[in-house]
């Protein structure tokens, strides 16, 4: 098994828990691309980072490899070129982790916006420690609405319970165990809007400029998801003119090359992104939601058992 993009940590993880399958690995930093595909020669199984884009001509570089089985450590695949993997005999899986790591921080993000914390927190680094202008919300007279109701969503819906606050919930696949309304009506009577649906060419800026003009006036927006959930310029013009309160975002369009890496002394590009982290309003961090102990380790845990799984149903097939 060849195991790109991976980071110290979760190579020490990879060895621990390899050995206890009996996989050799090949382990390396770098992202995979068309240039270290050869790192596969031998191996059917890849193990690839959600934090690269893996193209049509890296996957045709895989599948010459011998490569038959992707495995991505994350649960969305939308940096995943799906339809070359097809083409180049590619069987594409993703992992699944602790929710919890996600929907607490979530929980956090809204915590933060609701009590206005990047400008408390700046004006306290400044040693300004006069009350803010600005008085805080408590949750429990707010109205919350989870956009998105999978394993992360549920787990937020259950955490926000326990603040004893409304809560609404949109999905194209209900359940019998929320209270679902259009998301229209979500956007309309929530306060707080957090994302938790998956990235494809449905939800791609799925709050944009007229949706983001329907929400009411003062609203928080949270996203844990993907970036482009988001139509990033309509945000920023939102939380410029005061029609939105704030935002809390883990995720931004355009994170790619800028996330993840040491850009001080570096130019950023990217102009929305650096507007976000100016205005007082909107809290940033990089896509880090996930990243606790018990996820990482579940990540690597189950890219291991992904590749088990295929080659045991490979082998029972040949059988």
């Not at 991976?6 to 992202?31: K, N, Q, W």
């Not at 996600?102 to 609701?114: C, E, K, N, P, Q």
């Not at 939601?289 to 990540?299: F, G, K, P, V």
Request: aromatic content about 6%; glycine content about 10%.
């Amino acid at each position: 098994m060849t195991v790109y993009g991976c980071g110290p940590d979760e190579a020490v993880l990879f060895r621990e828990l390899a050995s206890r399958a009996g996989i050799a690995l090949t382990i390396t930093e770098e992202a995979v691309g068309e240039a270290n595909a050869g790192l596969a020669a031998g191996n059917r199984c890849v193990s690839v980072s959600h934090r690269t884009p893996v193209t049509g001509a890296v996957l045709d570089a895989l599948g010459q490899a011998g490569v038959r089985y992707l495995s991505t450590r994350s649960i969305g695949c939308n940096h995943i070129d799906l339809g070359a993997a097809e083409r180049a005999g590619i069987t594409v899986g993703n992992v699944t982790y602790s929710p919890d790591s996600v929907a607490d921080y979530t929980l956090m993000l809204m915590l933060m916006a609701v009590r206005d914390a990047k400008s408390v927190i700046r004006r306290t680094d400044a040693h300004d420690y006069r009350l803010n202008e600005v008085r805080g919300k408590e949750l429990r007279d707010l109205t919350v609405g989870v956009v998105g109701t999978g394993r992360i969503g549920e787990a937020v819906m259950d955490r926000l319970r326990g603040f004893g606050c409304r809560i609404l919930a949109y999905d194209t696949r209900p359940r019998d165990a929320f209270d679902y309304v259009s998301l229209d009506e979500l956007l309309r009577c929530s306060d707080i809007v957090t994302l938790h649906t998956p990235l494809n060419e449905d939800t791609y800026h799925l709050l944009d400029r007229t949706r983001i003009g329907r929400m009411k006036r003062g609203a928080f927006i949270v996203n844990t998801g993907r970036g482009p959930l988001l139509d990033t310029e309509a945000l920023v013009s939102a939380l410029e003119s005061g029609a939105l309160g704030g935002a809390a975002l883990d995720v931004v369009e355009g994170e790619e090359g800028v996330f993840y890496a040491d850009r001080r002394g570096m130019p950023i590009t990217s102009k929305p992104l650096l507007r976000l982290q100016e205005l007082p309003n909107a809290v940033i961090s990089p896509h880090t939601a996930y990243y606790t102990d018990r996820a990482l380790r579940d990540t690597v845990e189950n890219s291991i058992v992904n590749c088990l799984k295929f080659e045991s149903r490979k082998a029972a097939w040949a059988g």
